[in-house]
């Protein structure tokens, strides 16, 4: 496609059930990233994809949360016994690695809301 | 390690007023600094970026390396300029990681 791609574009889940988000990040971006933003609030880092390098998990709040990204692609966020405090709007972004003046691309975002 | 600072959460104006949106960055190397905009309802994108020089939408943006800032500007602000504003460092090396402000929501009153 021309831009990323997020699904779901809505989850609404259960508190203590596990959810999956997907990103499709645009084709040839060798780094993807994910963000989070809740109600009112700005962009809280959560984990960045960069090639073949072991992933920067430095903003992930917790052990229930985890990412992966298969074959330099699409990335999948895992969130486990989901909680409310984990409602929130969750970005994906791919970009160049390389060169000046690379541009970060965002996904629509999936919103999530634990019930 | 790198850091971006948007020490306003929320900047209200009213419309034809100056705009100055304030970004100070923490980074030993060369920058690179960009202002992305978020619209109400729609996807996060970039507005402009220190390198380019240039002027979107009547916003500029100029490095200042001394004071380690990158303040977003506008002369006068539109009703379309209300949106959410995010200022992210790009860094050389270490991964080419970007890094962005926690965001000012611009609000331009009539």
């Known amino acids: 496609g021309a831009g990323v791609s997020q699904s779901p574009s809505n989850k609404v889940t259960e508190k203590g059930k596990d959810v999956e988000l997907r990103c499709d990040p645009i084709s040839g971006h060798t780094a993807l990233y994910w963000y989070r933003q809740s109600l009112g609030q700005g962009l809280e880092f959560l984990i960045y994809?960069?090639?073949?390098?072991?992933?920067?998990k430095s903003g992930l709040p917790s052990d229930r949360f985890s990412a992966e990204r298969t074959g330099g692609s699409v990335s999948t966020l895992t969130i486990q016994r989901t909680q409310q405090e984990d409602s929130a709007v969750y970005l994906c972004a791919s970009s160049l690695s390389t060169g000046q003046g690379r541009e970060a691309f965002f996904g629509q975002g999936t919103r999530l809301t634990v019930v | 390690a790198q850091r971006v600072t948007q020490p306003e959460k929320l900047l209200s104006v009213f419309k034809g007023a100056p705009v100055e949106l304030k970004c100070n960055y923490s980074y030993s190397g060369s920058p690179e600094l960009f202002w992305y905009v978020q619209y109400s309802r729609q996807r996060l994108q970039l507005l402009l970026r220190?390198?380019s020089r240039e002027s979107i939408k009547g916003f500029t943006a100029d490095l200042n390396k001394g004071e380690t800032s990158f303040h977003l500007k506008k002369p006068f602000a539109q009703e379309e300029d209300s949106a959410m504003y995010y200022c992210a460092l790009g860094i050389t090396g270490g991964g080419n990681k970007l890094t962005f402000g926690t965001g000012t929501q611009l609000k331009v009153e009539l």
């Open positions: 220190h390198i």
């Open positions: 994809f960069q090639g073949n390098s072991a992933p920067d």
